[in-house]
């Protein structure tokens, strides 16, 4: 079984409109739980980080975590073509502090 | 803030020779380093990681090694390069359960 699941996309969302990006986990015990958005041919980048149920907003990024399902999502609002990337879910991993990631979903924000 | 550097940026070698990749970080003491690998179509994986000076510890058994021979500096090496090796490899910082912040990576080519 996989350890942190994405859905591989493409997500297509028309300019201005909300993109929703999902991911699920398998260790129940996990804490931290990170986004990371890479473009292609570049390094990830840190965009949010969640470490409590609920949700976490900072600009136009808001992660939302569930303990209880296994759950954590990315939800952008007003996206733009330059949101359009590989959007990488990644768990706390209980070895040496490593992350776990996901395969990610590529999102295409079409103008 | 930390600084990560890599290089080369881009190396294309031949199957059977010997590899030596670096990693070197500013803006920080005592960081978790870590080594991950990129393949094409596939996710994020660990490679290695080394809480300090001397101390590596290894996810995944296979023909690559892993060095700290100083608190910002993280090598990765091999003595023969298969072409199963290729792929981008992103060295990365971190404490303990947080954020982990990734250099620009190294785009590699076993020919």
């Known amino acids: 079984q996989k350890e942190v699941e994405q859905n591989s996309g493409p997500l297509s969302v028309p300019e201005g409109a909300i993109a929703s990006l999902n991911c699920t986990y398998s260790d129940r015990g996990s804490q931290s739980f990170f986004w990371y958005r890479q473009y292609s041919g570049k390094s990830p980048e840190l965009i949010m980080s969640i470490y409590s149920n609920g949700d976490k907003e900072d600009g136009r990024f808001t992660a939302q975590l569930n303990k209880a399902s296994q759950y954590v999502s990315l939800l952008i609002r007003d996206s733009q073509p330059s949101d359009s990337a590989t959007y990488l879910c990644?768990?706390?991993?209980?070895?040496?502090?490593?992350?776990?990631f996901g395969k990610g979903t590529s999102l295409l924000v079409t103008p | 803030s930390q600084t990560i550097h890599q290089w080369p940026a881009t190396l294309v070698q031949p199957v059977g020779s010997p590899l030596s990749l670096e990693c070197t970080v500013e803006g920080t003491s005592n960081p978790n380093l870590y080594w991950y690998r990129q393949a094409a179509g596939r996710g994020l994986q660990l490679l290695f990681y080394s809480v300090g000076i001397g101390q590596i510890s290894s996810e995944v058994p296979q023909n690559l090694s892993a060095s700290r021979p100083q608190d910002r500096q993280f090598i990765l090496s091999s003595k023969k390069l298969l072409l199963s090796d290729s792929g981008f490899y992103l060295c990365?910082?971190?404490?303990?359960?947080?954020?982990?912040?990734f250099g620009p990576g190294t785009r590699l080519t076993v020919t």
């Open positions: 990365a910082q971190g404490q303990g359960s947080y954020e982990q912040y």
């Open positions: 990644a768990v706390y991993k209980d070895s040496g502090y490593a992350l776990n």
